[in-house]
């Protein structure tokens, strides 16, 4: 599972590979500034994760897997994360995402609080943030059961299946209606604030 950092392939098998990203603390060559290790990514996208209000229909926002690339060649690493819920069925899909997280700048707003806000577990989710160093960017949400993600370059790839009526598809008419069933390989391209499919 070690690697590059620039080229990785992960198998997921069908309940995910949790276990592949907590036994792992590589911790890759700095450039501008260190990266994190895969630890301190997986720390990062639970910490952003926290900020996800549930409900009774979805709750629990956790990573599943995590990388960390220098996507844009700029010398800092981006982390690289798939996040999934506990769903219980509803009137829209199923958080299946690819998001992309870079570092915080001075004074990034996406690691401060409403200063108004008198709620602790907000001051305590934002703290985390801040401690983490990074902050969501941009996500893609995958209508099918991931079975692999890798990095080339500035390519995340991802391979995963669909079967109709998948909770992780679009509902339509409070049906969820997929793509047509069958194995997909997205490409996907990350440029600030998005993350965009290479046909």
């Given at each position: ?97 690819i998001a992309v997280m870079t570092a915080l700048a001075a004074d990034d707003p996406r690691g401060k609080e409403n200063p108004k806000s008198l709620s602790p577990v907000e001051a305590e989710d934002f703290a ?72």
């Amino acid at each position: 599972m070690h690697g590059s950092a620039f080229s990785r392939s992960i198998l997921l098998p069908s309940a995910f590979a949790f276990w592949a990203l907590v036994g792992c603390d590589t911790v890759f060559a700095a450039s501008k500034a260190s990266p994190p290790s895969l630890v301190q990514a997986f720390n990062a996208a639970e910490a952003s994760l926290r900020r996800i209000p549930g409900d009774d229909i979805e709750s629990d926002f956790r990573p599943v897997w995590t990388a960390v690339a220098d996507l844009d060649g700029d010398g800092r690493a981006e982390v690289i994360y798939l996040y999934t819920s506990t769903y219980t069925g509803g009137s829209f899909a199923q958080s299946n995402v690819i998001a992309v997280m870079t570092a915080l700048a001075a004074d990034d707003p996406r690691g401060k609080e409403n200063p108004k806000s008198l709620s602790p577990v907000e001051a305590e989710d934002f703290a985390a943030i801040r401690a983490s160093g990074y902050g969501d960017d941009a996500g893609e949400q995958i209508p099918g059961a991931v079975h692999s993600i890798r990095i080339e370059g500035d390519r995340i790839i991802v391979a995963f299946k669909v079967v109709a009526g998948a909770s992780t598809c679009d509902v339509v008419g409070y049906k969820h209606v997929c793509p047509p069933d069958g194995d997909y390989v997205w490409t996907l391209r990350w440029t600030p604030g998005k993350l965009t499919r290479a046909e």
